[in-house]
Structures are given as structure tokens and as C-alpha cells.
């Protein structure tokens, strides 16, 4: 299977500071990818390099392939990037804005912009300053998908967006990755949005992949468990930690199992399948334990 | 035609949640043989999920005989899908459960707890049946 997308041993400093420390992953084409992680994990900083707006330190993002530091035209003409803060031209009306797409990429299909923007019920004639701000970022995602890219970057897409607006950027965005097989990565904080429209998931705690992979392979492979502490030898005779609450009278774990493990029934000890909020934060956490201890 | 909805808070995967409206639209007499399933991007438009796990949940449909996809066509429910429960049957019995809830209610009980109970209520029935 061909990757849309590769972090090979990724490294940014930023003076003294490492934004991205050895970052290490891939995605298959054609997969909808969350990247998720707290503020600061660097996720932003990761689709900068692979686009080109800032170098590693060390190592390299591929796209299809092709990495930003080589052939940045190559990798520009496949990918669709949209930036945190939705740069438009508050001046220019919508249709100016399409127009400046198409004047400012090589390959553009001008009526595929048009109808997204259409489908949004944005008129071409209305000014950028006028729309709100979910029409807004259906008008920048337009904007993106007009190049028709292979790759879609999307940083913090529903950010600043109310419930109705999240619904239809995702409602568009979805629709646009079904039609045009494209691969998507977003970054988000909104777990539930991931785990409606994401098959990959990968989670970056301060500048490290802590873990990525097929969303329905990853959740399977995990359970949360809630048992009285002496249970706890037991727990880690089955499976790995990622991690635990201790109060006095129980403890409650987050656990990784390969294939199928019995656990003795009863006794307090209670095992049910993880969900993806309390994976994410369990591998959050873990992250965080670890350097607060370096 | 049926319109899918999902329950966030509900736990129950995605693709589950589909599949048991499906089949319960089929139970129910909502969806006949020949009936055809909104197209995947129909669904994915108007759920805005994953497009996978509107086919994952028709491909295990299509697995179980409740449906047969034609490409090109669309999705129907297939003649062997399992026959819907008679109205004369379910109809006296959904009445009866509202009766039971309403009198729920006036005991105090809201919605969670009515839904605990009522699990309590199958938990008891079945597993006795098993053991």
C-alpha cells in the first residue's frame, strides 16, 4: 500500500526547545487521520515541515513520497493545507477568493470550488468580512479542495466553530473525501468529531508519537479496567499498562492486550472495552508522567 | 427510506448503531424486501462519519442476508431478510410499554433510570433463560 504521508525521525528545535523529538509514523492513502495531542505537542509544527513553511532539524516528512525540503512544487501541487487561523482576504468576496485559487495553483477545477461553496449556500457575490465564522472555514476548505489535492491538511478545522458549523464543515469535508478518495489529516481536540469521521489515529504527546495506527485495531486492542489494588499484579500479568488512577480501594487502568486475554470474573474486578476519549488521555497522560519525571 | 441518527454518548460504535436501525427498521415493517438503504454518500453527507464505516456496517448487513448491494444500483433489503414482527403482535406490546413507562414516570423515575430498569428487566428474563 502506497503512505500519503511519513515522519521519518522528525527533530524541530526551536532554540533551546524540541518541538518535535524523533517523530516517527506513516499513513496509508486514503485513510482520515486525527492527529491528536495537547497544545504544544508540536502537531502544528509537523504539517509546517511537511509543506515546506519550516525545516527539520533532522530527519524528513515525506509526501507521496516526496519531501518539502526537496521538490516543495511537487509536494505543493498534491497537498491542500489549511492553517489554524483560516487566512482569507477579508476584502475580496468569495468569488475573488476562488478566483485568486485558481490564479495561484497550477491545477485548479474551478466548478468543484464553486460547488462546495454553493453546497455551504455561500454566495460567490458576498464580501469574506461578512460570513460568518463557519462559512469562513467552508470557504477556506473550498478553497483547499479546489486543487483537488491527493493530501489534505487541516489544522484544527473546527476550532472557534459552534456545534451547527462543526456539523456542516465535517458534513463537507466528508463528503469531499468520499468523492475524491483523498487522504485527510486533521489535528483536533474534539475526540468525539475524530471518532465519528477518523480510521487513523495518531497521538503525539510533547513532540513524540506516543501511538498511531487503525482507529478500530487500536481501540480493540485496549480495555479499561477498574479493580481493587491487589488486583494489580494480576492486571500487569495480562497486559501492559498505559495507565492507572490509584485511590485507596481501587485502581483503574488503562491497558494494552494483544489477542484475547481471560480475566477471572468477580471480585470487584470489572473489564470492558476502551473508548477512544479515555485512550487518548491515558496516552496523554503517560506522556505527560514521563517528562515531568525526566 | 430510512434516516440513520447516532448517539454520541451512547458507546455503541458507529457502524453498530447503523446496522441495528437497519434491522430494526426491518423488524418493524419500516424497510420491506426490495426497499433500498440511502447510498454510502448519502449517509456520509448527512452524519458527516467516515465513509468505511457506512460500508463496513452495510458489508456485515449484507453478510447476515438482511440486505444485498448492486453496484451501481444502491443497497435493498433482500427477500430473505428476516419477516417483520406482525402489527397485531407489536402493537398491543408497544402500548403496554407505554402504559409501564408512564407509570414510571409518575413514580418519580426519569429517563435514565426507566432505561436501567428496563435493562435490569431483560437481564433478569435472559440470563434466567440461560442458566
Given amino acids: 500500500m502506497s503512505l500519503a504521508f511519513e515522519a521519518i525521525d522528525v ?40 509543506i515546506g513553511l519550516n525545516a527539520p532539524t533532522a530527519g524528513r516528512v515525506e509526501v507521496f513520497g516526496t519531501s518539502a525540503a526537496e521538490d516543495v512544487l511537487t509536494v505543493l501541487s498534491r497537498v491542500g493545507f489549511v492553517a489554524q487561523e483560516r487566512p482569507l482576504y477579508r476584502g475580496f468576496t468569495v468569488g475573488e477568493t476562488l478566483e485568486l485559487g485558481r490564479r495561484l495553483n497550477a491545477r485548479w477545477d474551478a466548478a468543484y470550488a464553486r460547488r462546495w461553496v454553493e453546497n455551504a449556500g455561500i454566495a460567490l457575490e458576498q464580501r ?58 486533521l489535528t483536533s ?21 506516543e501511538l498511531a495506527g487503525d482507529i478500530e485495531a487500536v481501540v480493540g486492542a485496549h480495555l479499561s479496567i ?69 | 427510506m430510512i434516516t440513520f441518527r447516532l448517539d454520541e454518548r451512547s458507546g455503541v460504535p458507529t457502524y453498530l448503531q447503523l ?16 426497499d433500498q438503504l440511502p447510498t454510502a454518500r448519502d449517509v456520509v453527507a448527512q452524519l458527516a462519519i467516515n465513509p468505511n464505516t457506512v460500508l463496513k456496517a452495510y458489508r456485515e448487513l449484507e453478510r447476515g442476508g438482511v440486505v444485498k448491494s448492486f453496484p451501481g444500483r444502491g443497497t435493498f433489503v433482500t427477500d430473505e431478510a428476516p419477516r417483520p414482527v406482525a402489527r397485531a403482535v407489536h402493537e398491543p406490546l408497544r402500548r403496554a410499554l407505554r402504559r409501564w413507562i408512564a407509570d414510571a414516570r409518575r413514580a418519580g423515575l426519569d429517563r435514565d433510570a426507566i432505561a436501567d430498569l428496563l435493562g435490569l428487566g431483560l437481564r433478569d428474563a435472559f440470563e434466567e433463560e440461560i442458566a
Fill in chain 1, 189 to 209: 481536540h474534539e475526540i468525539a468529531a475524530i471518532e465519528r469521521t477518523c480510521d487513523y489515529l495518531v497521538i503525539l504527546g510533547r513532540g513524540r508519537v
Fill in chain 1, 11 to 50: 527533530t524541530k528545535k526551536f532554540g533551546r526547545v524540541r518541538a518535535l523529538d524523533a517523530c516517527t509514523f506513516s499513513v496509508p492513502a486514503g485513510r482520515i487521520v486525527g492527529l491528536v495531542g495537547p497544545n504544544g505537542a508540536g502537531k502544528t509544527t509537523l504539517l509546517h515541515i511537511a
Fill in chain 2, 19 to 34: 446496522i441495528e436501525q437497519v434491522r430494526s427498521a426491518v423488524r418493524y415493517g419500516m424497510l420491506r424486501p426490495g
Fill in chain 1, 128 to 185: 469574506v468580512e461578512t460570513l460568518s465564522g463557519g462559512e469562513r472555514a467552508q470557504v477556506a476548505l473550498s478553497l483547499a479542495l479546489g486543487k483537488r489535492p491527493a493530501l489534505l491538511l487541516l489544522d484544527e478545522p473546527l476550532g472557534g466553530l459552534d456545534p451547527l458549523a462543526r456539523r456542516a464543515l465535517l458534513q463537507e469535508l466528508m463528503s469531499a473525501s468520499t468523492e475524491s478518495e483523498a487522504t485527510v489529516i
Fill in chain 1, 226 to 294: 477498574t479493580a481493587p489494588p491487589r488486583y494489580e499484579d494480576l492486571i500487569k500479568s495480562r497486559a501492559t499498562i498505559v495507565d492507572a488512577q490509584r485511590a485507596e480501594r481501587q485502581i483503574s487502568a488503562l491497558v494494552r492486550v494483544s489477542g484475547d486475554v481471560q480475566w477471572p470474573t468477580g471480585n470487584g474486578l470489572e473489564v470492558r472495552p476502551a473508548n477512544l476519549e479515555e485512550l487518548v488521555l491515558a496516552y496523554l497522560r503517560r506522556a505527560r508522567a514521563e517528562r515531568t519525571a525526566k
